[in-house]
């Protein structure tokens, strides 16, 4: 068997080495010493005047369906994710973090605002995310991650899936309406061209035939393909991603990767086909794992990776019904679409070598929607005070060992608050697996489960602690308290 | 919140340390350089004669129905497992390590001969492990990694749990008539001195009262206590596992510590007592992960690092039966007493410094069977000829990257053949859960599975693979036809 084609090029651990000469103590004459103090101040006073030059850069990197076990540092028996292992080996690997939403639209409109997606209309009950004939999007006053920081100076680009509006049927839902200096990607999911006549099982299928999907391709405002070759996605994501950092690493850059993959149908290049284990699934995974190795590696040889913040995370669960075309949790409960664990826990990486630890594990809850106000802290701003924020700044837990306080942590499935967890403890006020139930099931009181003690919610214990229950109950309502009713964006479609 | 308690003492990582200041490079005088050949060359002549003084030493860590998912570094996102996730780091973590047996006795039958425990008539479909009544025991003919090691001069020592002859029925059955000349612990599992009257639930228990088990506790032969505080076990396994390195650190030593825990009931010293935010069973596997890291942190202290093979794996899965005091099989499917992937797939990770790689995963079929001739051949002995071995040589692939060859490994549940793995698949003839299913079920054709695209066995794919399977058949009946009727050794009790 030959090298592993996603194999990390080690740059990495040059750079580690070098770190461990510093380290060696030096002594130096008494002069000498005030000289460097003196330089030193020197330095303090020209950089407090400096502009944005050494404002930190900020990555983004979002899976698509990826499941909370389906990372080699998360237990995977059989996928090899040799780059990702690497950063959480050199960064934060976080055990309990969320994404907002058990399905794309919402999660992601969760991510770019900080905010549960209930707050901007891009939650539904029925309409789960945007559709492709959808007119709904982000509307124009949230503020998102990207607009937050072009203000600060940034260069924002954004490569890959987009759904949180379709252009192609309202010009104000694209990226670059919202704070994206540059894109290139899909509207949305990989699945929505499908054209008339699509097999049924063709979406779970391990080798799809793209003649089924149609996907349009676009740099900015520009079509450039349609259909495109799914295959070629990835890598050309990889490039597109290592070209936006090479344009912009004399300024401060924010890039949000947000891949297409592996979300179904399953797509790779020629040099991944049937490379994993794991089968399609695996090679999928393997060449977006890839894809950061790219990215981190870009990061190391442009001597970038002090400076730049990388996250890595997953848009919701793993989808179940796509039997081997789908995911797995883990040992977590249910998948994409349910407010199970499975569903909504989702692996998270923190990168950044020199300003947080290397090889933690955190143990504490945070969410998406937390990256927003954590960015706003390390560029030196503030997250926008004019509306409620859900997120919470994850900087001292990073970088100062403190915790980061989330009252209470809701999931939401639609516009519906399912369930709620407040420190170690998780109270289900409704539950609906993600298939296969028709109706919702409403507990009163609520289901309770020890998320710590028993991560597969399979031990309700709500009778032994009715005051957990009232004290989450009591958080949920001042959380309740705080949201207003918006325009929905999910229902409205562009008339056939 | 303090310190962990079974924090690691970073003394590993000191070591490392100097092992990069070592690669500077250095350049010296050509008559220096001649007679550090010359010295050099001496010292081959003079160790080429010594005695065994440079044999490596070796360590097995054995736990007692620890699952595939219950460490941090297999997955697990609330047991804090520090230790083991460095021996992992710093050696090599399996995702494809097997016990040969689904339960105790007849895993650890084969763990110390390098066969299936059918071979040594240690197995039995009604009787599935030794009781505490038993007059049976591990026969005097079978070799174990003890008796080999003992015969090449090593001090051999056993600390723990035994279950392999209840020698207060039958003398013969004492690990010191079995190659151990050191013994400190428990002759069988540490729920079998039940007193009457016990409550039913009581081994489920999360905190299970003492008074209801009376385990008699022996230090060689001679018996120290009964009852012996099962709160205190670990601690004293931990300090008998030093004490006994420290005694032999002059000579090579092999080390069997086989863990009581994390079998139910589940006891921890005061330190660990509710500790964990996975409740008493992370509490007992925490404490074992201290247990792990002291032995570690005692071979570098001593500089025996180097020179000491440390191998950390589980008896079978975990015991699902026990909900909460039972452990998790991560993604994998059933547990203990099964022989899907969770009741025989285990944590398996091998630590030698500077002699096998440092966090390399490893994604070969490997299993407990193998570590008797990989022990031997590190020994620079040999696996006995005399008879089938059934486990193989793992050096090659821990040092030299190559394959270790396993043409078929079988899951025995009892005496039966329930199912056979070649390659990345898995036939089962014969399936039954764990619990609840009162007759096992033959399949004609069997179940196939690809382990490795499918490891949680959810997807049957035998009608497409006709000649996967007819393959496996052959390998199958190869190995029946190398099974001979033996004694079996689990029938007998003594008279009441």
């Known amino acids: 068997m030959g090298k592993h084609p996603g194999a990390h090029s080690d740059i990495l651990f040059h750079r580690n080495a070098s770190n461990a000469a510093c380290s060696t103590p030096c ?39 990826l499941g909370y076990g389906d990372l ?26 969320y994404s907002a939403a058990e399905v794309c639209t919402p999660s992601r409109a969760a991510l770019l605002t900080g905010r549960y997606p209930i707050r901007s ?132 850059f924010f890039l949000y990767f947000a891949s297409t993959f592996p979300h179904t149908p399953l797509f790779t290049s ?19 794992d890839w894809a950061v190795g790219e990215i981190l590696t870009t990061l190391s040889v442009e001597g970038l990776d002090k400076n730049t913040f990388v996250f890595f995370t997953s848009d919701n669960g793993p989808w179940l019904i796509r039997g081997l075309a789908g995911g797995s949790a883990g040992l977590l409960r249910d998948g994409k679409g349910s407010t199970w664990e499975g569903g909504m826990r989702v692996p998270g990486i923190a990168w950044w070598p020199g300003k947080i630890p290397a090889g933690k594990v955190c143990y504490q809850t945070a969410t998406t929607m937390d990256l927003l106000p954590t960015i706003a802290k390390f560029a030196g701003t503030e997250a926008p005070k004019d509306r409620k924020m859900d997120g919470v700044d994850l900087a001292p837990l990073l970088t100062k060992n403190w915790t980061a306080q989330h009252e209470v942590f809701c999931y939401y499935r639609g516009t519906e608050l399912f369930a709620a967890r407040m420190g170690d403890w998780k109270a289900h006020f409704i539950t609906q697996p993600a298939y296969g139930a028709p109706k919702p099931e409403p507990h009163d009181p609520p289901l309770l489960f020890n998320l710590k003690a028993d991560p597969g919610e399979s031990f309700e214990c709500g009778a032994d602690h009715p005051y957990i229950i009232a004290r989450i109950k009591t958080a949920v309502e001042k959380h309740k308290a705080t949201v207003k009713p918006v325009k929905n964006q999910l229902i409205e479609t562009a008339a056939k």
Request: aromatic share 12%.
């Open 121 to 252: 209309g891009m939650a539904h009950n029925q309409f789960r995310v945007l559709r492709r004939e959808s007119t709904g999007y982000l509307p124009d006053d949230e503020i998102t991650i990207a607009s937050l920081l072009k203000k600060q100076g940034y260069a924002t680009g954004a490569v890959g899936k987009w759904h949180l509006g379709n252009w192609m049927n309202n010009p104000a839902g694209h990226p670059m309406k919202h704070g994206f200096d540059f894109y290139f990607g899909l509207p949305h999911s990989n699945d929505m061209n499908a054209i008339p006549g699509k097999p049924k099982g063709e979406d779970n299928s391990l080798d799809p035939d793209p003649k089924w999907w149609q996907p349009p391709l676009f740099e900015g405002e520009k079509l450039l393909e349609q259909p495109t070759d799914q295959t070629q996605l990835t890598r050309r994501y990889a490039e597109q991603s290592v070209k936006f950092i090479l344009d912009h690493k004399s300024e401060p």
């Open 72 to 97: 080699g540092c998360y237990g995977h028996p059989s996928i090899h994710t040799p780059n990702l292992d690497l950063m959480a080996r050199q960064g934060v690997r976080f055990t309990d973090f």
């Open 27 to 65: 002594s130096f004459p008494a002069n000498i010493r005030a000289m460097r103090l003196l330089l030193a101040l020197l330095f303090l006073f020209v950089t407090s005047f400096a502009p944005a030059a050494d404002k930190p850069n900020f990555i983004i990197i979002l899976a698509d369906d």
């Open 270 to 288: 020629e040099k991944f086909k049937g490379w994993s284990a794991r089968g399609r699934y695996g090679d999928v995974v393997e060449e977006l």
